[in-house]
């Protein structure tokens, strides 16, 4: 799950696409790749510390589905501490948390990405065989030029692309229910017909989902935003 600017939702993205498969009775895992800004054991209140032996580490899963999730966060003493390293060290760690951690039988493992398109990016790219890509943007036009720079690097890498999922898309009025689109009608179609890619989900914003993600409840999310996307992935 990848973008080429952080703050558009890669990582609710990453926690409600793994809970949709689950939901469909899929063996899920979470590769946090965002070593520097990792949220995704936040989302799903994942407070245990991972623990390893002499030659694997272990994940640490969800109370309700039981997906298994490997983040920075979850061997860091202090969830709040900054991970000051460069980029070679950083991307060493995401190499690692593919080859040496126990993930089990899995059907999907999803790799949440960080911003950009540098050293992560790239190792991940080369050193982890990807099925596909689903790119996250969000509707500003600047978003959708900085999103294609993503897109582009995916079709250098020739790894696939699912398709183009577009985060806080809108806001439904709690009163009247109309849909009110706080940052323009999005771009992300456009960008999207440039590349012959599909628009695989519209995502508003939703108080009371970033509620959830607050408490820790991610699991609990009853929308279906994401069932097309959900389905692309099925499709692999």
């Not at 989302?43 to 623990?51: D, H, N, W, Y």
Request: charged share 25%; glycine share 8%; net charge negative.
């Amino acid at each position: 799950v990848d973008s080429g600017k952080g703050g558009v939702g890669k990582s609710m993205v990453t926690d409600l696409l793994a809970v949709s498969l689950a939901k469909k009775g899929y063996k899920v895992g979470i590769l946090d790749a965002d070593i520097t800004g990792p949220s995704i054991p936040a989302a799903f209140g994942l407070t245990e510390k991972a623990t390893s032996n002499d030659e694997v580490m272990f994940p640490v899963y969800s109370k309700e589905l039981h997906i298994p999730v490997m983040s920075i966060n979850l061997l860091l003493e202090n969830e709040s501490d900054p991970v000051i390293w460069r980029g070679p060290i950083i991307a060493g760690t995401v190499k690692q948390f593919y080859t040496e951690v126990a993930w089990g039988e899995l059907d999907y493992l999803l790799v949440d990405m960080p911003p950009g398109t540098g050293d992560v990016s790239l190792s991940v790219f080369q050193s982890i065989p990807l099925d596909g890509i689903v790119i996250v943007a969000s509707p500003q036009e600047l978003v959708s030029m900085v999103v294609e720079k993503a897109v582009k690097m995916a079709e250098m890498m020739e790894i696939p692309i699912l398709g183009i999922v577009e985060n806080m898309s809108y806001l439904t009025c709690p009163d009247c229910g109309k849909r009110i689109f706080l940052f323009g009608e999005g771009r992300s179609e456009e960008a999207a017909k440039r590349h012959d890619l599909k628009v695989l989900a519209k995502m508003p914003i939703d108080p009371a989902l970033a509620s959830l993600v607050d408490q820790g409840r991610i699991e609990d999310f009853q929308g279906d935003w994401l069932k097309d996307a959900a389905d692309a992935v099925e499709k692999l």
